[in-house]
T-cell receptor
Framework: AQSVTQPDIHITVSEGASLELRCNYS??????LFWYVQSPGQGLQLLLK??????LVQGIKGFEAEFKRSQSSFNLRKPSVHWSDAAEYFC??????????????FGAGTRLAVHP | SQTIHQWPATLVQPVGSPLSLECTVE??????LYWYRQAAGRGLQLLFY??????ISSEVPQNLSASRPQDRQFILSSKKLLLSDSGFYLC?????????????FGDGTRLSIL
């Protein structure tokens, strides 16, 4: 079955430190992969997406992610974290074809706290 | 550019009362539309999706229903709210054409049931 695992529920980093959020997926074919960010009380904002081609993708807000097929991973990285990056981050994989519809499968999220 | 609007932003309702949450999309036509619920500290649960006017699919049986009276309007309803209906409700849209498209989310509605 298709699934997404975000192993870290909470992560705390210091401002200016580097960040890596892990995402592992289970998918029978080449997946479409996404990272979203959710600030408290807000909706989800798309950070970046991977469909094909270069396995290192750049996103908004200085984030990047690397697709590693051999490890079934799509980890999100940022070289220097800012206090405003404190939020919840969701990895998602698709499409999951079910009932005539292609849907996204979301991970449970990783909550990032940033210490000054 | 495309925008998605949800309202109200927050709502406090008594148990047993009706519910209507509205979502509209601007700047695109024939979008796929979705309703999600996010319980406190948990991930997203897909409730309903729609590929066209009047076409609604439900992911899980529950106390809620959805309707799509117009191409870019998606409504989440309930006749009688339960305590368990509390949560953060998110509407999203995606393009229907072409390769698989990402979903874009509204700002959500915080629903509290008393």
């Amino acid at each position: 079955a298709q699934s997404v695992t975000q192993p870290d529920i909470h992560i705390t980093v210091s401002e200016g430190a580097s960040l890596e959020l892990r995402c592992n997926y289970s998918y029978g074919a080449t997946p479409y992969l996404f990272w979203y960010v959710q600030s408290p009380g807000q909706g989800l904002q798309l950070l970046l997406k991977y469909f094909s081609g270069d396995t290192l993708v750049q996103g908004i807000k200085g984030f990047e992610a690397e697709f590693k097929r051999s490890q079934s991973s799509f980890n999100l990285r940022k070289p220097s974290v800012h206090w405003s990056d404190a939020a919840e981050y969701f990895c998602a994989v698709g499409p999951s074809f079910s009932g005539g519809y292609n849907k996204l499968i979301f991970g449970a999220g990783t909550r990032l706290a940033v210490h000054p | 550019s495309q925008t998605i609007h949800q309202w109200p932003a927050t709502l406090v309702q008594p148990v047993g009362s009706p519910l209507s949450l509205e979502c509209t999309v601007e700047g695109t036509s024939n979008p796929n539309l979705y309703w999600y619920r996010q319980a406190a500290g948990r991930g997203l649960q897909l409730l309903f999706y729609s590929v066209g006017i009047g076409q609604i699919s439900s992911e899980v049986p529950q106390n809620l229903s959805a309707s799509r009276p117009q191409d870019r309007q998606f409504i989440l309803s309930s006749k009688k709210l339960l305590l368990s209906d509390s949560g953060f409700y998110l509407c999203a849209w995606s393009r229907r054409e072409g390769a698989y498209q990402p979903q874009h989310f509204g700002d959500g509605t915080r629903l509290s049931i008393l």
